[in-house]
Every structure is written in structure tokens, then in C-alpha cells.
């Protein structure tokens, strides 16, 4: 849609270019009506024109000299306002076939033309046009049909239904329409038919018998007397199993009636199992049990499972019966043997005899009753011995206690008392001395160890302070005593759990390493200074001007980047009631994405220039940087924010089709979905108002 409104007055230096008219075509009689006749009741007073005359109306003096143009159809002498206008007319151009008199203007008949004037419906075509097959009525030409074989409906001629008979035909016809197997004579089609066809009584039949020399259908009987069909296998292509469906049919006689049937190879299927056989699909298998006899699927047989055959399954024999498999492979049942005997292979059959080493198989258990003392040497590995498992001796060692050592490590295993681990444990030990005094002695009598400590004189005497300057050393009645020295600038003192630090530390401390403060910290001092490259803060918030009773108090508060000479600064200002952002002392641009509420001042906006082409408008200004030589598009954003604002204006010059402005995605403009800029330096605002919709301002 185009925009062509004015609201309130307009004030024009240029003329108006009205494209349909002043009052638009498509408006009413009564609309339009009512426009003319608000001028004339003074929409547009009569006094507003010039003091000169039109028709007996005073337009005024200041009314320009009229003149008829050359070849415009019209006479009349040159007009300066000066008088009415009372020459004016219409030239009729010769040999036009109008006249004119002082009634009007005429059309000019010829009397041979085939038309005529008629009172009430003007010129129109006398009854003598109509030739043959037309007819005439009032003026109207019409044509006759016989209604037999042709028929008009509708204003259309058609040929009737039935109308058409052998007499309308020509042979030509019937040659044309013969094709392959058809003959054409004297219009007449005819099938065509060779060997054992034949055409009797205006029907095609069979007269003799279908070869079927390589296999087919052939008839019994000569021509004319076919008494019965047969089928011959012949030469007909093979058919093998993996080419078989059970959808497949075969034709049979139905017993009895000897009607012909046809049966499906899955419904023989069917028919042919019996006992122990399923057929599925057309395919007949047998049904196992698979508790004692399986199907084998994959070797297409039948066997007994695996521990299918249980006692119940076999007769003549009861439970505790042995089988074995003789000479010939037949088996038979095992008699029972003889006690202390057990089962051997024998040289054709198993047989019963005494048990032998190498009957012993080696995972068997023997229990330990039936076991002899093992004194062959290497016969039982220290790895076979349950030490874990063993019961715990509940009490403690005695001198009488009894150990297996390795003597020598040399693999003879000896008992050991344990009354020699103390003999052998006081050889390790021994009482030295040091710095010639005496330090105590370690003595061993009847298995007990005793320890004489070194006396107190003995003690202090090796007792020193490397440090004296940080620690004293004391004695008395039988304590020793070791005293930090701490001077009250020392940021230590010793307090009831220990060393610790002081409350309030004096001078300045430097900490190397890091340090970690779990609870507040509070520094009283003027500045905090933090040489880090780093800063991150945890809080949500950052408070500066702690303590401010109000506005003033808080003047200048806010945050410093030093840039050498001109730092750039965030600071409340009071006298302005503003946050102020300064680079040095002037202020600072600032660039956002966007800015919600009330801006004072000016605004910096996109400005974005289109030229001769397609293009895409931005938020802000939009203006056509070139004269447009074909019907443009530009395209809104797609993704607008809620009060963003496109400005858009034309450039000076604009091909007649204008410039479109259409939405993007499933966007509307004012509920269109696009708008048109027509004229030169057209402008339009449109601002986004949210849910896919942008509105015209």
C-alpha cells in the first residue's frame, strides 16, 4: 500500500499532482457528489479566486490568458479574462462520419452498411446481414441449427447426441481408424484372423487345436469340434524350489463334481501334515518337544538333547546302574564291584580293581584319615600352608612355644622355642656412650630387658641453647624450662593455646605468599593499595562514599581509570544531580546497544545510505544515496527490539514504481505487509511496537 495523507493544512509551494483525480475513482456517486457540493457551499469560497469571469463566475484579474492548443479538437478566440467565453466549439474533422448542427452531433450512416438507428437501442445491424444459416432479431444475428444432428446449448453449437449415423460417415473414416489386426472397405472395419481363429456369426472363436509341440495348452479334437484341453510340460522353463512362494496355486478337480479348482501350495501344506508335522507358509516341519528330542536347524535334522535321556525315558534299569560301552560299541550294564575296589580302564571294557597311584586323578580328594605321614622331603610347599585360616594361639608367647624356621636358609626345615628370639635380639642391641659421659645402660637377664637411664647432671650437661637470643633455658626441682624470647614489637606472643599472633601487630609486615583471611577484613588506613593485575570481587555490590549523610557528602564519588594526563572518570556530580562521564575535563562519548528511558540531549544514530539497489534498513536513518532506476525493495530488521525506530527517505529522483519498504519473516507494517514511498524525498517513521507488528508515525 502507498501513503498519501495530510492532516491539517496543507501549504504547497508547487503544484498538486493528482494520479486518479482529485476525487478518487473508486469512491461512490454520492460520495463524489458531495464533494462537489462542499465547494460549492464554500469549501472553496468563490471569493478566495480572482475577479474574472467563467460562465457568469468573477474570477479575478489575476486569472491567466486562455488558449485553445492546436489540433486539440476544439476552436475559440484567445481569452484574457477581459469577457465570458462564447466561441468556443467543436471541430468535426472531414470524412469522420460525424455532422453537426445545432442540436448536437450525428453519426453519419450509409445506407448499404448494414446498420440502422433504432429509437431506443441506437445503431445497430439490419435484418438483411443475415445470410444464410443466421438469423435476425432486434439487431441480433443468430444460428440455425437443425436441432437433429446439430444442436446449440449455452451459446455453444454442439452435435447432438444420437446425431451422428453411418450416412454422416466417410470411408475414409473406417481406413483411419484400422490398425493392427483391423481392416477397412467401403467404411467397414473388420478383424482380421489367421490360423485357428475364425469370425462366424459376427464373433471370433477358435477353429482347430493350439500347437504345443514345446509344452502348453492344446485342444483336444479337430476344427470344429473341440472336445477337451490338455497340458504338456514340454520345453517349458524349470521351476526350482527357491523360486517357489506359498502363495503359488496349482488347479485340481474337485472330487465329485468335477469342478475345477485351484488350491495354494501353502493350503496342500496343510493338508499333508499330520502327526508331529506344522506347516507354516507352505513349508512342513517337524514338532520337537526340545526338552528331549531338538530340531537341528541348522543340519536340517532331528536329535536327541543334551541330557534329554533321563531314567524315567529307559527301561529294564534302576537307579545305581553303571553303563559302559563294550568291544563292538553295544552297551551293557556294569556289574557292581567288591569293596575297597574302584573302576578301571581295562584293555577292551572298564573293569574293577585296586586303587593305584595313577588311577588318582589330580584334582581328587582323599581325606586326611586315609593319609599317611608325609616325610619325603618337598612334598608339601610353604605356599600349601593355611596360616590365615589357622586358629589364633589366644594367649602370649611362652619361652616353650614352638616355630618352624629354614635353618641356614638352606631348605632343611627345623623347630625353634621361642625362648631363642630373646637371645638372639640381645646380640642386635647394645649401650654406647657419647661426648664421655655415661648415658645409661641396657641389661638382659633370664629373658628381660632393662634400661638404666643417664642421670639429670648427666642430661643437662648435653642440653644447650644454639639460639640464645630467641630462647632461654632453666632448671629447677627436676623441670626443664624453655622460654621464647619475644620483644613487644613482635607480631607473636604467647597466649593461652600456644604461640599465636598478637591482637595488634606494630610496624609494617610483608607476606610473601599468599594469604588467606576467612573472616572481615577492615582497613582503617587512608588508601588500599592492590598491585595486582587481577581484581575480582564476589559481591553483587561495590559501595564507594561508605557513610555519606546525603548529595554533597557524596560529590565526585565513583570510579577512576588512570590514562595518563586526562584520566577518564565515572563520578557523581551534585551540583547537576548526574552521573557524569569525563575524559579529563571534558565528556566522554558513550556507545550501548541500547538506551531505555529518557534522553536528554543529542543522540548519535545509524546512519545508513542506500544507493541504486536492494538493500536493508537499519534502526536509525535510512536515506537513498542514489536516484533509482528500477523498482526497489528494502527490507526491515528481522530482529527489531520493542520502540526501536526506522527513518527512511527517498533520494531526489525515483523510478516510477517507487521504492518498497516490506517486513521481514512474519512481520506486518500497520497490518500490511509492505508499504510504498512514491514520490521524490517521500519520508516515513516506522517504529517497532513488539509482536511481529511495526507502526507507521
Known amino acids: 500500500m502507498a501513503y498519501k495523507f495530510q492532516l491539517g493544512p496543507a501549504i504547497l509551494s508547487g503544484s498538486i499532482q493528482a494520479e486518479e483525480g482529485i476525487v478518487s475513482t473508486d469512491v461512490d456517486d454520492a460520495t463524489a457528489a458531495n464533494v462537489v457540493a462542499q465547494i460549492d457551499a464554500g469549501e472553496i469560497p468563490i471569493a478566495k479566486l480572482a475577479a474574472k469571469t ?175 484341453l490338455r497340458l504338456r510340460g514340454g520345453n517349458l522353463p524349470s521351476f526350482n524350489a527357491s523360486q517357489i512362494a506359498h502363495q503359488d496355486e496349482f488347479f485340481i478337480s474337485d472330487q465329485g463334481t468335477d469342478t475345477p479348482r485351484k488350491i495354494s501350495l501353502e493350503h496342500l501344506a496343510d493338508k499333508f501334515s499330520g502327526n508331529a508335522l506344522v506347516a507354516t507358509n507352505g513349508v512342513v516341519r517337524v514338532v520337537a518337544d526340545e526338552s528331549t528330542i531338538e530340531v537341528d536347524a541348522g543340519n536340517d535334522r532331528i536329535q536327541i538333547k543334551d541330557n534329554g ?27 557292581k564291584g567288591v569293596a575297597n575296589t574302584v573302576l578301571i580302564a581295562g584293555a577292551s571294557q572298564p573293569a574293577y580293581g585296586l586303587l593305584a597311584d595313577a588311577n588318582i586323578d589330580a584334582s581328587a580328594a582323599i581325606v586326611d584319615t586315609k593319609l599317611a605321614t608325609i616325610s619325603t622331603a618337598n612334598k608339601v610347599s610353604l605356599a600349601a600352608l593355611d596360616l590365615d585360616g589357622g586358629t589364633d594361639i589366644g594367649a602370649a608367647l611362652a619361652d616353650a ?9 638352606g631348605g632343611t626345615n627345623r623347630k625353634m622355642a621361642a625362648s631363642r628370639i630373646a637371645t638372639y635380639a640381645k646380640s642386635k642391641f647394645s649401650a654406647a656412650t657419647a661426648g664421655g659421659k655415661a648415658e645409661g645402660s641396657l641389661q ?34 627436676g623441670q626443664f624450662s624453655a622460654d621464647l624470647r619475644l620483644a613487644s614489637s613482635d607480631a607473636l606472643e604467647i597466649g593461652g593455646s600456644g604461640l ?28 588500599t593499595i592492590l598491585n595486582t593485575a587481577t581484581l575480582e570481587v564476589e559481591d553483587l555490590n561495590i559501595k564507594v562514599a561508605k557513610d555519606a549523610a546525603n548529595s554533597a557528602a557524596a560529590d565526585g564519588a565513583g570510579l577512576t581509570i588512570e590514562m595518563g594526563s586526562d584520566d577518564l572518570t565515572f563520578a557523581w556530580e551534585h551540583a547537576t544531580q548526574q552521573m557524569q562521564l569525563k575524559l ?25 545510505g542506500i544507493g541504486d539497489a536492494d538493500g536493508n534498513l537499519v534502526v536509525g536513518f535510512n536515506y537513498g544515496s542514489a536516484d533509482t532506476t528500477a523498482a526497489r525493495t528494502w527490507t526491515l530488521p528481522a530482529s527489531p527490539s520493542e520502540g526501536q525506530v526506522v527513518h527512511v527517505k527517498a533520494p531526489s529522483s525515483m523510478h516510477a514504481s517507487g521504492i518498497k519498504i516490506v517486513k521481514s519473516g512474519s512481520q506486518t507494517i500497520d497490518g500490511e505487509v509492505e508499504i510504498t514511498l512514491e514520490s521524490p524525498f517521500a519520508a516515513v517513521n516506522i517504529m517497532y511496537v513488539g509482536s511481529n507488528a511495526w507502526r507507521v508515525f
Open 54 to 228: 467563467i460562465s457568469g463566475k468573477d474570477l479575478g484579474s489575476n486569472l491567466d490568458a486562455l488558449s485553445v492548443a492546436n489540433n486539440s479538437g476544439l476552436t475559440m478566440s484567445s481569452y484574457d479574462g477581459s469577457a465570458a467565453v462564447s466561441d468556443l466549439a467543436v471541430e468535426i474533422k472531414a470524412n469522420s462520419g460525424l455532422t453537426k448542427d445545432n442540436d448536437g452531433i450525428q453519426v453519419v450512416l450509409d445506407g448499404s452498411g448494414g446498420l440502422e438507428f433504432n429509437a431506443s437501442s441506437g445503431i445497430r445491424l439490419e435484418a438483411a446481414v443475415a445470410g444464410a444459416g443466421l438469423a435476425h432479431s432486434s439487431g441480433v444475428l443468430s444460428v440455425r441449427v437443425d436441432d437433429a444432428t446439430i444442436e446449440e446449448d449455452s451459446d455453444i453449437l454442439r452435435i447432438k447426441a444420437g446425431g451422428l449415423q453411418d450416412s454422416h460417415m466417410n470411408d475414409n473414416v473406417a481406413t483411419g481408424l484400422a490398425g493392427a489386426g483391423l481392416s477397412a472397405a467401403s467404411g467397414v472395419m473388420a478383424v482380421e484372423v489367421s490360423g485357428a481363429m475364425k469370425v462366424a456369426s459376427d464373433k471370433v472363436g477358435v477353429s482347430g487345436s493350439i500347437a504345443e509341440a514345446d509344452g502348453g495348452l492344446g485342444f483336444s479334437g479337430g476344427a470344429d469340434s473341440i472336445s477337451g
Open 309 to 335: 535321556v533321563t531314567l524315567s525315558k529307559m527301561s529294564h534299569e534302576s537307579q545305581g546302574d553303571l553303563f559302559a560301552f563294550g568291544a563292538g560299541g553295544a552297551p551293557f550294564a556294569l556289574s
Open 401 to 409: 612355644d614352638l616355630m618352624i624356621v629354614d635353618d641356614g636358609a
Open 584 to 608: 579529563g575535563s571534558a565528556f566522554a562519548d558513550i556507545k550501548a546497544n541500547k538506551f531505555i528511558g529518557d534522553i536528554v540531549g543529542a543522540v548519535q544514530q545509524a546512519v545508513n
Open 444 to 477: 638382659y637377664n633370664d629373658g628381660v630387658y632393662t634400661l638404666t637411664q643417664m642421670s639429670v647432671a648427666e642430661l643437662r650437661a648435653h642440653l644447650s641453647v644454639a639460639d640464645t637470643n630467641s630462647m632461654d633455658m632453666s632448671y629447677s626441682s
Open 500 to 527: 599465636e599472633l598478637k591482637s595488634t601487630i606494630a610496624g609494617s609486615r610483608v607476606f610473601s605468599n599468599d594469604v588467606t583471611i576467612t573472616g572481615n577484613l577492615t582497613v582503617n588506613g587512608t588508601q
